[in-house]
């Protein structure tokens, strides 16, 4: 039989059998692409309606198969548009909220598909301290009732300190409560190729109501956004969207809204509009606690001194901290030794290099971000008291850490006069002395710099 033919029978017995709901929703744009012996293709118009085919309808789409006298050994589902002039009905389909269908076709589940998801990043194995438990409490809110008090969640901090790890962990639990739910995590990078990719092969329509049609968008690493204006706009129709449907979009980033360049104002406050969070470093404590964690993980109880050691070793970026571990444990399984605490310092010693290559506008950037002012004070003529100190710390740092000229320090804070740059590092240098809160400030400020 003929697959167009062969497929309308079959859509003929499950309209019969589910509800109209459900057939509208699920089935009716669909096709039958391949019909061999142990392989049938379904043609399905996206990631969300091919999801719930697989977990929910294979079954029933198999037994009915068989009834039309095909019994493959496989069902494969693919994303496939019919180019028949239906976009917009596909797209009306996509903005429907998920409607649940009143029948279940069996349990059986061919292929556990969660967009974007990696099932590793848990609230159960993110260990929270002091650094992190706001930006955990509101996730673990998010995940008690989606779509309603932080919406959107804005987290941002430094790279490795669990931002991804966080979000995803927000994706998996609301999946582990409602396995229906339309969960889609993206990079933005990923978001940024999928726009260009629709817009060269003109397949817009599917990606705008991929994107449009979660119940949970989580949107990493945001700061990419800058500098790309039509993505920025497809980006704000996606936010739209998802929030006028009380539906929860998450958001991270290496910096707050404020200080994303060309970020285009309507986004910048959208970004603000429900909770934006800052994330910190870990403090010692909870790096103590990570690698404690992570030893015990892979069944092996570390000394203090050497969890100690390696806390102080890697400060800001956790990822960093896990890696200077594993170092550590495979190098001592390989040669069966214990972990003691010379093995770890003659191992990892020598690890802590500076990175080849610090700019200068990493320098006022974390100077910035230290005493929670933007970019645009710490660089603009504002003289108030708690914008000018930071202005000339960072001047300070930008001299000792890198030996700029002062005309150059000046320049780099946007600034003609090269006078004000040998007065602020002069008095800077005195008070770094007396001054305990500015010695910390430059302390901090360069460990984030340099781990
Ligand atoms: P970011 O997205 O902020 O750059 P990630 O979420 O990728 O950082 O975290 C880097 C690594 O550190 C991941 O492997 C993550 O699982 C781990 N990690 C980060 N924070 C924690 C934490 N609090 N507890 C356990 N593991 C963590
Ligand atoms: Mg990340």
């Known amino acids: 039989m003929q697959e ?36 049938v293709v379904i043609g399905v118009p996206n990631v969300f309606i091919k999801q719930q085919l697989e977990r929910k309808f294979n079954d029933l789409i198999a037994a009915t198969l068989e009834k039309n006298g095909l019994k493959p050994a496989r069902i494969e589902y693919k994303i496939h548009t019919v180019d028949n002039g239906k976009p ?18 069996g349990s ?4 556990n598909y969660r967009q974007g998801l990696n099932e590793r990043y848990t609230f159960d194995n993110f260990i929270v301290g002091s650094s992190n438990e706001l930006a955990y409490a509101a996730c673990q809110a998010i995940v008690a009732e989606p ?13 490795g300190i669990g931002k991804t790890h966080l979000i995803q962990a927000v994706g998996n639990a609301v999946l582990a409560k409602n396995p229906d739910a339309r969960v889609v995590y993206v990079s933005t990078e990923q978001f940024v190729q999928e726009f260009v990719d629709a817009l060269r092969y003109k397949k817009n329509t599917d990606f705008a109501g991929f994107y449009r049609g979660a119940d949970v968008l989580i949107v990493d690493d945001v700061q990419f956004l800058a500098g790309k204006e039509k993505i920025q706009e497809e980006f704000f129709h996606t936010f739209n969207a998802i929030h006028q449907g009380n539906r929860q979009i998450i958001i991270s980033s290496d910096k707050p809204p404020r200080d994303i360049p060309t970020l285009e104002e309507r986004l910048r406050s959208r970004f603000v509009w429900g909770m934006s969070i800052d994330m910190q470093n870990p403090d010692f404590e909870t790096r103590c606690a990570i690698i404690q964690t992570k030893a015990q993980n892979h069944g092996i109880v570390l000394p203090s001194p050497v969890v100690e050691y390696l806390a102080n070793l890697v400060q800001t970026n956790i990822r960093e901290l896990e890696g200077a571990l594993n170092q550590l444990l495979a190098f001592c399984e390989m040669r069966d030794l214990e972990p003691s605490l010379a093995v770890t310092t003659s191992l990892l010693g020598s690890v802590k290099t500076r990175p080849k290559h610090i700019s200068a506008r990493q320098i006022i950037e974390r100077t910035a971000r230290h005493y929670q002012i933007g970019m645009e004070d710490i660089m603009g003529p504002k003289r108030d008291k708690d914008i000018v100190v930071p202005r000339q710390v960072a001047m300070y740092i930008l001299r000792s850490e890198l030996h700029l000229s002062f005309p150059k320090i000046a320049r780099e804070l946007g600034r003609k006069d090269h006078t004000t740059a040998i007065h602020s590092v002069e008095k800077i240098e005195k008070e770094s002395v007396l001054d305990s809160d500015i010695k910390e ?4 400020i360069k460990e984030r710099l340099y781990v």
């Open 441 to 444: 400030a430059i302390i901090k």
């Open 108 to 111: 059986a589940i061919t292929h």
């Open 147 to 159: 779509g309603t008090k932080y919406n959107p969640l804005f987290l941002y901090g430094g790279v």
């Open 88 to 105: 917009a009905e596909e797209e009306s389909v996509l903005a429907q909220h998920t409607p649940k269908s009143t029948r279940s076709a």
């Open 4 to 39: 167009g033919v062969l497929w309308q029978a079959v859509l003929g017995e499950i309209e019969l059998s589910v509800s109209r709901a459900s057939y509208v929703t699920w089935f009716k744009n669909t096709h039958m692409i391949k019909q061999r012996d142990d392989l």
